[in-house]
């Protein structure tokens, strides 16, 4: 009989812990997902940012507006979508103006 009791103890152990690392492996794939959002801004917010500066000491310049249905050639000519990043939240954020262009930025070469 307490044989039988011990092999019970064990297995919901060893369940348990399965269960466990389960539920840690499910928590780090929810928290490993970035999404991507728009935010809108104006020009004159963009200039004053601390963002610009941000990019711009990455070697960012040429940053300018473009309609979303041209975005794809853009970055085929060496442009990139500018993003404001929120880490905690894991969220991307496109800046976008009121006519719902796309902010790019161009690497010095």
Same mark, same amino acid.
Not at 80 to 98: A, Q, S
């Given at each position: 009989? +307490?044989?039988?009791? *011990?092999?019970?103890?064990?297995?919901?152990?060893?369940?348990?812990?399965?269960?466990?690392? +389960?539920?840690?492996? =499910?928590?780090?794939?929810?928290?490993?997902?970035?999404? *991507?959002? *728009?935010?809108? /801004?104006?020009? %004159?917010?963009?200039?004053?940012?601390?963002?610009?500066?941000?990019?711009?000491?990455?070697?960012?310049? &040429?940053?300018?507006?473009? &309609? @979303? =249905? $041209?975005?794809?050639?853009?970055?085929?000519?060496?442009? *990139? /979508?500018?993003?404001?990043? =929120?880490? #905690? &939240?894991?969220?991307?954020?496109?800046?976008?103006?009121? @006519?719902?262009? /796309? $902010?790019? #930025?161009?690497? %010095?070469?």
């Amino acid at each position: 009989m +307490i044989a039988a009791l *011990e092999w019970v103890l064990s297995i919901a152990t060893v369940l348990g812990g399965i269960a466990a690392i +389960i539920y840690f492996i =499910d928590v780090r794939r929810k928290k490993s997902r970035w999404v *991507e959002k *728009e935010k809108e /801004v104006n020009s %004159s917010w963009w200039e004053t940012s601390a963002l610009r500066k941000q990019y711009e000491a990455a070697g960012y310049e &040429n940053f300018s507006w473009s &309609n @979303s =249905d $041209l975005v794809a050639m853009r970055v085929a000519e060496g442009k *990139e /979508v500018i993003y404001e990043i =929120d880490e #905690g &939240n894991r969220i991307k954020y496109k800046l976008l103006n009121k @006519s719902r262009q /796309v $902010l790019l #930025g161009q690497k %010095s070469t």
